[in-house]
């Protein structure tokens, strides 16, 4: 067998039947802990990266079908998890999660974090009217202010935001129109007391 040949229509119809849908669903469970839908994803298709890389590994030993797609799943998302990329940004392709300010192992191990920008704040981005001072001064009083916030009404503030319909924010959070209006009326409160110190 040669070291670099490709798998057949075959063994390709095989990985996208057996391994593809089984790997989609496995690792859609395993990183359900990621708060962030953008991180879980992430996982998700890092997951399906590897599978993916892993199979041609395996086809080019011509085992590409004899293992089980449960084996190929599984080592993909140890994979992952222990912050193991499959395409290294690093010299001769390897990966150092150390280096890495996007992963997991070197947040924790350097006590640092990132953070999605909420829409709110890229919308914010387009605002030519108001001083960049103000802007930069809003943006700092509302992250602290919102990070004072109970983690259901930061998802409510950052839907609202938006400017999206409070109705609508309230169906899809499972929330009361009414609980809503209450939340808002104490958020503008909140939000004045903070701005008054």
Do not use: N
Not at 56 to 62: A, D, K, T, V
Not at 146 to 163: F, H
């Amino acid at each position: 067998m040669s070291a670099d040949r490709a798998p057949s229509p075959a063994e390709t119809d095989y990985f996208l039947a057996e391994i593809l849908p089984r790997a989609r669903r496995v690792a859609w469970k395993t990183f359900a802990y990621f708060r962030c839908d953008a991180r879980r994803e992430d996982a998700v298709q890092d997951v399906l990266l590897d599978c993916w890389a892993c199979f041609r590994r395996l086809c080019e030993g011509g085992r590409g079908t004899r293992v089980p797609p449960g084996q190929v799943v599984r080592f993909s998302v140890l994979r992952v998890k222990c912050a193991r990329r499959t395409l290294g940004s690093f010299p001769r392709g390897g990966h150092c999660p150390d280096r890495d300010a996007l992963s997991p192992r070197s947040q924790l191990a350097h006590g640092h974090r990132t953070e999605h920008l909420g829409a709110w704040d890229a919308s914010l981005k387009d605002d030519t009217r108001t001083p960049v001072v103000d802007q930069v001064v809003f943006r700092m009083d509302f992250r602290a202010w919102r990070g004072r916030q109970a983690p259901r009404d930061v998802a409510l503030i950052d839907d609202l935001a938006t400017g999206e319909i409070p109705y609508h924010v309230a169906r899809r959070r499972q929330v009361c129109p009414a609980t809503i209006s209450k939340l808002r009326v104490a958020w503008r409160q909140s939000w004045r007391t903070f701005q008054s110190r």
